[in-house]
């Protein structure tokens, strides 16, 4: 365990009278490029709040200890007033005590010639095994962010493995797909995507996810106008525009010959603040939460992106949207995936 604290031993970092304690966030995968781009985010203030002092607690495996030493080095060369404490480790125990965030973002990455369900059963392992951490060391109000990928079973494997946990705790990112179609609408109308709201992504992490701006508003010369009367174009909203949003992680990884990073590092931060600031009055977003009780006849018990709006740190469905023929389908297929995904997993995990 490698530590850098800005003060020494013997000194009390905390006055009697701060008010603010500080909260201990553990990112996984932290010696990688979606951590690389995300913890000087975290450090700054720009995700807990300028004055929320942090504990910042880096895992990875054993052979990365050598580079994180030099994430270690460069988060104290930033110099950021925030950060109380870093502690790089490799070992879960140490990692995962007294959590109030987990922030997973290392997973097996898929190699060529690797099977859908090869990927899955070495990411069973990996997250069956960081929620029994998680059930062991971490408070049990702790907040989960799965990012690594297939992101939403592997929300689902950690949060079955740590039962003293509520479910509703872990979610998964598809904030990402949920900022990519934003940009993709905002981009067709010439606005910025700061004009754009509402736009939700329907089921899984990957090519079957369903990118739907039925219910998404734009702003246009300062009224607010729904994007399908905006755009008046159906067919590239359900053509063109959704291969865009579902593809986009292969058309990065084709021309930058690596995956999304700042993009994912920007949206975990983007997901990570509405669960601890809540979500503006009127917006929804999308993440990955459990479906146990929607309304949108999606299967109980699947780790599903649905919109939700977020307000003491507690999420709850957005309920009543209308669902056309072409949404319900397009949602049924995501489920399929996500519902053929978790019974490869829980094969896995019985096993594992």
């Given at each position: 365990?490698?530590?850098?604290?800005?003060?020494?031993?013997?000194?009390?970092v905390f006055d009697k009278d701060d008010k603010s304690e500080p909260i201990r966030v553990l990112v996984t995968g932290a010696a990688g490029q979606i951590a690389y781009s995300?913890?000087?985010?975290?450090?700054?203030?720009?995700?807990?709040?300028?004055?929320?002092?942090?504990?910042?607690?880096?895992?990875?495996?054993?052979?990365?200890?050598?580079?994180?030493?030099?994430?270690?080095?460069?988060?104290?060369?930033?110099?950021?007033?925030?950060?109380k404490d870093v502690i790089a480790t490799d070992k879960e125990e140490v990692a995962f005590k007294d959590l109030d965030v987990a922030i997973l973002v290392g997973s097996m990455?898929?190699?060529?010639?690797?099977?859908?369900?090869?990927?899955?059963?070495?990411?069973?392992?990996?997250?069956?095994?960081?929620?029994?951490?998680?059930?062991?060391?971490?408070?049990?109000?702790?907040?989960?962010?799965?990012?690594?990928?297939?992101?939403?079973?592997?929300?689902?494997?950690?949060?079955?493995?740590?039962?003293?946990?509520?479910?509703?705790?872990?979610?998964?990112?598809?904030?990402?797909?949920?900022?990519?179609?934003?940009?993709?609408?905002?981009?067709?109308?010439?606005?910025?995507?700061?004009?754009?709201?509402?736009?939700?992504?329907?089921?899984?992490?990957?090519?079957?996810?369903?990118?739907?701006?039925?219910?998404?508003?734009?702003?246009?010369?300062?009224k607010e106008v729904g994007v399908y009367e905006a755009l008046k174009d159906d067919s590239w909203l359900k053509g063109e525009f959704v291969t865009t949003v579902q593809q986009?992680?292969?058309?990065?990884?084709?021309?930058?010959?690596?995956?999304?990073?700042?993009?994912?590092?920007?949206?975990?931060?983007?997901?990570?603040?509405?669960?601890?600031?809540?979500?503006?009055?009127?917006?929804?977003?999308?993440?990955?939460?459990?479906?146990?009780?929607?309304?949108?006849?999606?299967?109980?018990?699947?780790?599903?992106?649905?919109?939700?709006?977020?307000?003491?740190?507690?999420?709850?469905?957005?309920?009543?949207?209308?669902?056309?023929?072409?949404?319900?389908?397009?949602?049924?297929?995501?489920?399929?995936?996500?519902?053929?995904?978790?019974?490869?997993?829980?094969?896995?995990?019985?096993?594992?």
């Open positions: 365990m490698r530590r850098c604290s800005y003060f020494p031993k013997d000194v009390t995300l913890l000087y985010s975290i450090g700054n203030g720009s995700v807990f709040g300028k004055d929320q002092p942090i504990i910042l607690v880096l895992l990875d495996i054993t052979p990365m200890m050598g580079v994180l030493d030099g994430v270690l080095m460069e988060l104290q060369d930033c110099a950021l007033p925030l950060l990455p898929r190699r060529e010639g690797m099977e859908r369900k090869d990927l899955l059963k070495a990411n069973v392992k990996i997250f069956k095994s960081q929620g029994a951490a998680l059930d062991k060391y971490a408070k049990k109000s702790v907040k989960v962010i799965v990012v690594g990928n297939p992101a939403n079973t592997n929300c689902l494997t950690a949060s079955k493995s740590a039962p003293s946990i509520p479910k509703e705790n872990f979610s998964c990112l598809t904030r990402l797909d949920h900022n990519r179609a934003k940009a993709q609408v905002a981009l067709k109308l010439g606005v910025t995507a700061n004009d754009v709201k509402n736009v939700i992504i329907w089921g899984n992490h990957s090519s079957t996810q369903y990118p739907d701006v039925n219910h998404a508003k734009v702003k246009l010369q300062g986009r992680g292969a058309a990065v990884i084709k021309a930058r010959k690596l995956s999304s990073a700042m993009s994912a590092a920007k949206a975990i931060c983007d997901h990570v603040r509405d669960i601890w600031f809540g979500t503006p009055e009127g917006e929804f977003v999308s993440m990955g939460v459990i479906s146990d009780g929607n309304s949108y006849g999606v299967p109980d018990d699947l780790l599903y992106s649905f919109p939700v709006v977020i307000k003491n740190k507690t999420w709850k469905f957005v309920e009543g949207l209308p669902i056309n023929d072409f949404s319900r389908e397009k949602m049924d297929l995501t489920a399929k995936e996500l519902t053929e995904e978790k019974e490869s997993a829980f094969e896995f995990l019985s096993s594992a």
